[in-house]
């Protein structure tokens, strides 16, 4: 199921006495999540990710703007009504309930519709008492008189049953077009329960730990029951607030892996939030990067990655991050201190001082033009095995610092060098907006 | 240097210690004594001898002779226990559950936390006495209860009232003045439940009584063990309320009618007339009462208490 954000504003209001201003935690933040997908939701810490994600789970109502599932618009839906299983960032599992009972009690609550049958196995044609006194007279004699709670209207309006047999002329049809079936609702039984349970424990990979109560669990099996109790009930959305927060390093990159795999399975439109750009680039199909409360860009990872909107998408994605340095334009022209670094920028662009970003694998030893040469100094090599990272300095460069990645059969000392630099890995963004050039 | 910290340990300690020997422990020690001790005058200080008979007489099973007639005491076996029980087994779940409701109902409106705390603990910050002669008031037969409830004319604590209006309008008063303390504890608990759970509990379509006894329940049960241990211990301990609301052991002119005795009420008149052996008696049988009940609860509380 698709889900549409429209216009969604979330303010907290200040208090004026206590002089706190009001807090815009989202800001206008218009997305579109396609049906089956993974969308990562990323930006710095409080930018406005938890709340866009109560949002929709609606545990908070939004300032103004609009949530749509599909083609409903659940903007004052209840949450309970949503039909949505939530990841908390601290897993909030009962601690007082075992494992089992954890996944068990979204079951409880579950109403599941069942059609009514005759003796003979059909199914019960509804019709809405409005429409059978509209019917034409020879066929309500067929009416069997028994009078049912209607179960398309919360039971407000009383509905009359037929034997199916019985019906000739049209059959009355739903909104839909489809045909209307008496139906029942009901909770599970618990052998129904206990099947739904245990394929979900499995799919976590929890069977072994169903009698265990939370504290007993470590970090990445309690973030398991966590998702287990929000699969149980099979949501229509799936969303999860930093999940991989509490565990460390090797768990979070098996965790991640497993948590992808389980949306592929279950095809379940799904929300992850994090703030950590390389967890969401992994295991997203799109990402969403917010700050401060407003959309900065959103993309495939790999598009975002090479295509950034402006400096702080830039620099919020990639480690190492980029590299930035003090550049100027004139005529088309990019220069860095001396040197000049491309020459294909906008000729209608007014000479100015810019900022310039170069990824870390931007750089090329040795230089392979002669006239593109960006002459740095070089610090220190780090080995990384597969990489060797370069620590540099430039007299332009923002940070006293900067890292270039090259392969690890390259020969360099250190000392002056002269590097090229690919001009796809080369970013130019204006002083005043931050807005990329190109 | 570790020995020079003891002795100042103890030299601090040392008015506690001293106060508590002479006004708990001795006195304690000294009950359990005098409870074996046949006809003890404490005026004199005098008995005769050691016997078990206390016990007999207090529960009468034994008479007492004096003057050549045998008489048997039926005050405590016929109405301090069972009046005590009442109390206990009527006061105690009523007044744990309805404080709970409304601890749970206060702590869903924001602005109740600093107004509406400090009036709900007004009652447990007046006197016993003080407030029963206010419900012996409302319970008078052209009081408000008769009022409200449109039942005037009935004698609920008045001489001539029957013990089982008395009982009700007691447990009425000892429910109220219980409130505000439990209300109180729950609160306090209530206020350290992380609010997810409630979120969480409200995405997965629990309704409210669903998630009180799922969730909320649960993850009080510290506090109601807490409260549940407590309350009994002061329930079996009643008396106070009796002589706030009552004034004196029975609804009827008649001097010698006890039908509203509780045990300690039973305590308190037979020290009053010399009879401290048979007081030491029934405190000592209390005391063990309250101790089985106690380890009950808390062995109960072992399945029933998280974390
Ligand atoms: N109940 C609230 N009242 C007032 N301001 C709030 C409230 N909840 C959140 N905020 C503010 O809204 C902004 C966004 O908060 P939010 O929790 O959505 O951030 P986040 O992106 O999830 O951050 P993190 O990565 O740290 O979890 C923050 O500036 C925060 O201070
Ligand atoms: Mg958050």
Known sequence: MEIRLVNLTKVFPGNPKKNIPDTRA??????????????????????????????????????????????????????????????????????????????????????????????????????????????PTEIPTHLKGEKVKNPFKNGREEILKFDCSHIAGDPILDDKGEQLYVTRKRHLTKIEMDKLIRETAKLVQIEQYLTRK????????????????????????????????????????????????????????????????????????????????????RDHPQEVYNDPKNMFVAQFLGTPPINMFNGHVKKGVLTIGDDVIREDLPKDLDEQDVYVGIRPEG???????????????????????????????????????????????????????????????????????????? | MEKKNNWKAWLYLAPVIILMAVFTFYPLINTIGISFLADYDYTTGTSSGFTFDNFAFVLGLKGVESGGTVS??????????????????????????IALLIAVGLNSIRWVKSVLQTIFFMPYVTNAIAVGMVFAVIFESTG???????????????????????????????????????????????QNIDKQYYQAAQLDAAGKFKTLMNVTVPLLSPQILYIMITSFIGSFKEYSSVVGLIGKPGTSGDVGYRNMYTIVYYIYDSIAVNQTHYASAAALMLFIVILIFTLIQFKVSKTRVHY
């Not at chain 2, 009982?167 to 000892?174: E, G, H, P, Q, T």
Request: glycine fraction near 6%; proline fraction near 5%.
């Open chain 2, 144 to 190: 408000l209860w008769n009022y409200v409830f449109g039942t005037m004319g009935t004698d609920w604590i008045n001489n001539g009232a029957s013990s089982a209006n008395a009982m009700f309008a007691l447990c009425v008063y000892i429910v109220w003045h219980a409130l505000p303390y439990k209300i109180l504890i729950f609160l306090s608990g209530l």
């Open chain 1, 26 to 135: 989202v800001d206008n933040l218009d997305i579109v999540i396609p049906d089956g997908k993974l969308i990562g939701l990323l930006g710095p810490s409080g930018c406005g990710k938890s709340t866009t994600l109560y949002m929709i789970a609606g545990l908070l109502e939004p300032t103004s703007g609009e949530i749509w599932f599909g083609d409903e618009d659940v903007t004052r839906l209840s949450p309970e009504k949503r039909g949505i299983g939530l990841v908390f960032q601290n897993y909030a599992l009962y601690p007082h309930m075992t494992v089992y009972k954890n996944i068990a009690f979204p079951l409880t609550n579950l109403l599941v519709e069942d059609p009514v049958v005759d003796e003979k196995g059909n199914k019960i044609l509804a019709f809405y008492r409005k429409h059978v006194k509209a019917l």
């Open chain 1, 214 to 297: 939370p504290n007993q669990l470590s970090g990445g099996q309690q973030q398991r029951v966590a998702i287990a109790r929000a699969l149980v009930k099979r949501p229509r959305v799936l969303l999860l607030d930093e999940p991989l927060s509490n565990l460390d390093a090797r768990l979070r990159l098996q965790t991640r892996e497993e948590i992808k795999r389980l949306q592929r399975d279950t095809g379940i439109t799904t929300i992850f939030v994090t703030h950590d750009q390389e967890e969401a680039m992994s295991i997203s199909d799109e990402i969403v990067v917010m700050k401060l409360g407003v959309e900065q860009q």
């Open chain 1, 363 to 438: 750089f090329l030893v040795p230089a392979d033009k002669k006239d593109y040469v960006f002459n740095i100094n070089v610090d220190m090599i780090e080995t990384m095995g597969r990489d060797i990272s370069l620590v540099g300095s430039h007299k332009e460069s923002i940070k006293p610092s900067f890292k270039a990645i090259l392969d690890a059969d390259t020969k360099v000392n250190v000392g002056p060098l002269a590097v090229g630099v690919k001009p796809n890995k080369c970013f130019v963004f204006l002083k005043d907006t931050e807005e990329r050039v190109i």
């Open chain 2, 72 to 97: 048997y005491l039926t005050d405590v076996i016929q109405y301090a226990i069972p009046n005590t029980f009442i109390i206990v087994i009527v006061t105690v779940p009523l007044s744990i559950i």
